[in-house]
């Protein structure tokens, strides 16, 4: 069997490009769409590859404390999801094709 | 009595409050007889605290009371303490005799004023405050007094401020004296910081010691010194005195004759010490300042009209002698001429006041004239004042104003010789004065009609309230002078009673040349001073030379007017250009920073776009960049 036709193995080092991969596409997607659900699942997936990476770390030192800060990163994902979901479902019920752009009352 | 000594300014303090708020109701007299009380009363106790002094040794009698801690901050501790000893209870007796005779007279003088009994709850504010100030143990407490005559003096110069001329006069006297309070401040500051305390006793002993560098001693010294003179009206600060002659005459006579303008030769006194650890050029430069301002008002006097400026420029002048005697180490000589001159001056002022109050208002000496024949006790009091202030022996005069002389010889003829040239002129516009009021022909006459305020034009006598005091005073001016008598040691009362205080000062002139021959200076002194007189009479009342009394002399050297020339033109452009200076430099150096801040800050401000988008970008290029910056500068992998 030659090593061509081996199923290769997958190494950490594949899950940690994995991991940036999914956070160029997070960062990027959160710097280009315009809407806000949208940008709310971009930062969703930036803290997934985060997570990604942390597990995968945790596995290749053998150091339990990358999975421990995944649930904290689990935990916190899921407060700013209510958080996050509430604000933007009351927006878009006011103003319903509005844009984060739009959303600039704040400005200096 | 000594542990009663509070009672000495508490008992003016408790007429002021009862006239205060009782005083509308007591109206006149009762308002005047209860100050006077008051004040009599000040006087008795004084003299009970004198005799508890003079029945110990000499050494031991200084007393302090002190009634309770009245500036506790941290090193600095201020009592309310009062100190009695022989020079503070002198000025008590004199303060306090001489105004429960001006009180009395007051009630007289003041008969039918519409704020009788306002004219004695100032008078009381007065004599208390003055009382502070002599008895004060510290330099703070003495500053409450300071403070408090200065208002008083302001209040009762204006006391008839619907004249627009009292109401300026008594603002030009309070702005005058800031000057000078301005010095008492400074010198306070500084000897705090030198020596941690401002009680009397801890400067002096500091002084005494070596404790205090020269340098600071005279600092202290000097700029009590520019307090005393706004006080006691030197130059270049005298000019407010002839004008607060506006007050009432017997305001004239107690706060700007015989006690308030005294208070600057007091201090100087009160920290001899100080002056004696001075360089050797700050007393000297005391003695000139008071001599040039004795010649200086003395020749102003020569010229003038009105009966109670004539006056005034006299106070000038022999309080400029009371600081040459400061200056010439004779503190004794000093306090001396201080007490002689209260009894005298207060006497002339007040019987000019009869004369005024006899003539109907009228203050002009050209107005005046053989008013002897109608005031005889007035005119005969008033001679007596002339003889003691043109120094003819052996009334109270002649004595003080000898002594002074007698030291200014041992410092500097020359000091002695414009002294003397001063006494002469002092005879010369005295005689003059009484010439014009009392003797030659009546030159009221033909005024009678504009006048007439009683119905009745001639000039008349006094009312016995205010003959009395002038009768006192008079026996006083007698006998003034016998309390120190040149002619042999045992001779000069005041100067062992007030030995203990001024022995670190008082100089000792026993072997100058000048101490040798005293009899030939007080021969000298007395053949002036009728050199004087007989000059005065030969112009005045014989009519055989012509009267020099040239305008410059008349306008006072033009000096009052040089001031509010200089201080309307340039003075005030100076003022305006500083603040300028004010408003455009350091209000604009303080505004500049607000309005960078604010600036900057407005730029900062758009960098909060509100596009979310925005902030996001800039957080991942600073990421990337702190990134680059870890791996390729720091290295870290």
New interface residues.
């Given amino acids: 069997m030659s090593a061509l036709l081996a199923t290769p193995q997958p190494t950490s080092t594949w899950y940690l490009l994995l991991g940036a991969v999914l956070f160029a596409i997070g960062a990027l997607g959160l710097m280009v769409r315009r809407n806000p659900l949208v940008m709310f699942m971009c930062i969703e997936l930036m803290l997934n590859a985060v997570n990604l990476s942390f597990v995968a770390l945790a596995r290749d030192l053998g150091d339990i404390s990358g999975q421990t800060a995944v649930l904290f990163v689990l935990v916190v994902a899921a407060a700013e999801v209510v958080v996050g979901l509430g604000i933007i479902v009351s927006i878009l019920r006011r103003r319903p094709n509005a844009t984060a752009d739009d959303l600039s009352e704040l400005k200096g | 009595m000594l542990d009663v000594v509070w009672l000495i300014p508490a008992l003016p303090l408790t007429g002021f409050l009862l006239i205060l708020l009782f005083g509308r109701r007591l109206g006149e007299p009762g308002a005047g007889y209860l100050a006077t009380l008051m004040v009599g009363g000040s006087f008795a106790v004084t003299v009970g605290v004198l005799i508890d002094l003079l029945s110990k040794n000499a050494e031991e009698r200084a007393h302090v009371e002190t009634l309770f801690s009245w500036v506790p901050v941290d090193s600095l501790q201020v009592d309310l303490a009062f100190l009695a000893d022989p020079l503070s209870i002198t000025m008590c007796l004199f303060v306090t005799g001489i105004s429960a005779l001006i009180h009395l007279y007051a009630v007289g003088y003041m008969h039918g004023d519409p704020r009788f009994s306002k004219f004695f709850l100032y008078l009381n504010l007065f004599v208390l405050s003055m009382l502070l100030l002599v008895l004060g143990e510290n330099l703070l407490v003495t500053f409450l007094g300071w403070e408090g005559v200065g208002t008083c003096s302001y209040f009762l110069i204006s006391f008839w401020h619907e004249r627009d001329s009292a109401a300026t006069a008594g603002k030009k006297a309070f702005i005058t004296n800031r000057v000078g309070d301005w010095g008492f401040m400074i010198a306070m500051f500084l000897g705090f910081q030198a020596v941690g305390t401002i009680s009397y006793g801890g400067l002096n002993a500091a002084a005494e010691s070596g404790a205090l560098a020269e340098s600071t001693a005279t600092g202290i010294a000097l700029l009590l010194f520019v307090g005393a003179v706004g006080k006691s009206a030197q130059l270049p600060l005298y000019f407010w005195l002839p004008d607060a002659m506006e007050g009432p005459t017997p305001v004239s006579a107690l706060i700007h004759a015989a006690t308030m303008v005294t208070a600057g030769v007091f201090l100087l006194t009160r920290v001899n010490p100080l002056l004696e650890h001075a360089a050797d050029w700050a007393p000297t430069l005391i003695a000139i300042v008071g001599l040039a301002t004795a010649f200086f008002a003395a020749t102003i006097a020569v010229a003038q009209n009105d009966i109670k400026r004539v006056l005034a420029y006299s106070t000038v002048s022999q309080l400029g002698y009371m600081f040459l005697a400061v200056g010439s180490g004779a503190y004794v000589a000093a306090i001396f001429h201080m007490v002689t001159h209260a009894f005298f001056k207060a006497l002339l002022f007040l019987g000019s006041g009869s004369v005024i109050h006899g003539m109907h208002g009228e203050q002009d000496m050209r107005r005046m004239g053989a008013l002897r024949v109608l005031m005889p006790v007035t005119a005969i009091t008033f001679i007596i004042g002339w003889l003691a202030i043109a120094g003819v022996p052996p009334f109270a005069g002649f004595w003080s104003k000898d002594e002074i002389l007698l030291f200014a010889f041992a410092k500097s003829p020359v000091l002695y010789v414009i002294g003397l040239i001063t006494s002469l002129l002092t005879a010369y516009y005295m005689t003059r004065q009484v010439i014009m009021v009392f003797f030659g022909e009546a030159r009221w006459k033909d005024q009678a009609a504009e006048h007439g305020a009683h119905g009745d034009a001639t000039p008349h006598e006094s009312p016995g309230t205010m003959l009395l005091p002038l009768v006192a005073l008079a026996g006083l001016s007698v006998v003034g002078g016998f309390i120190q008598l040149p002619f042999a040691d045992e001779l000069h009362v005041l100067g062992k009673w007030l030995h203990p205080v001024v022995e670190i000062g008082e100089r000792d002139i026993h072997g100058t040349w000048a101490y040798d021959n005293k009899y030939l200076l007080l021969v000298i002194a007395a053949v002036l001073s009728i050199v004087g007189i007989l000059a005065a009479f030969a112009v005045y009342q014989k009519r055989k030379v012509r009267a020099v009394e040239p305008v410059i002399l008349e306008q006072a050297w033009y000096y009052d007017r040089g001031v509010s020339g200089f201080m309307g033109g340039p003075g005030r452009r100076a003022f305006d250009a500083l603040n300028w200076f004010d408003r455009t430099i350091v209000d604009g150096a303080v505004n500049g920073v607000g309005r960078l801040v604010r600036g900057s800050a407005g730029g900062v401000?758009?960098?909060?776009?509100?596009?979310?988008?925005q902030y996001?970008?800039a957080l991942?290029v600073g990421v990337v960049l702190l990134l680059i910056w870890f791996v390729v500068v720091r290295g870290i992998v």
């Fill in positions: 401000r758009k960098v909060q776009s509100g596009y979310v988008r996001a970008s991942a």
